[in-house]
């Protein structure tokens, strides 16, 4: 099978930190571009973070930068999202994908996991 399994969400106070995992089945994502996508109850689907395929290019949306981070774990066939400093606005469904575009950042991706909850809240 091909899967992309999001996993790591949850409740967290504002300030916290929580770090997600999209681990892959079925294909090795060292070699797709992957990023990271979030979702709020009534918004659009928005992009969040991506990392490339060949080496360690990243990209930040501008309401994540440096507060996020993303990283590839070859050992483990997973990307991580390490969020940091966490506020409200962050809440939101997120979901990983996977991407063979060979431009960075993707123009669009092959592979879309089921998302994971995350919830910043007092």
């Known amino acids: 099978q091909v899967l992309l399994v999001e996993s790591g969400g949850g409740l967290v106070q504002p300030g916290g930190s929580l770090r997600l995992s999209c681990a892959a089945s079925g294909f090795t994502l060292d070699d797709y571009a992957i990023g990271w996508f979030r979702q709020a109850p009534g918004k659009e689907r928005e992009g969040v973070s991506c990392i490339s395929s060949t080496d360690s290019s990243t990209f930040y949306e501008d309401f994540v930068q440096g507060r996020f981070t993303i990283s590839r774990d070859n050992a483990k066939n997973t990307v991580d999202l390490q969020m940091n400093s966490l506020k409200p606005d962050d809440t939101a469904v997120y979901y990983c994908?996977?991407?063979?575009?060979?431009?960075?950042?993707?123009?669009?991706?092959?592979?879309w996991g089921q998302g994971t909850q995350v919830t910043v809240s007092s």
């Open positions: 994908a996977a991407s063979l575009s060979p431009v960075f950042p993707p123009y669009e991706y092959d592979y």
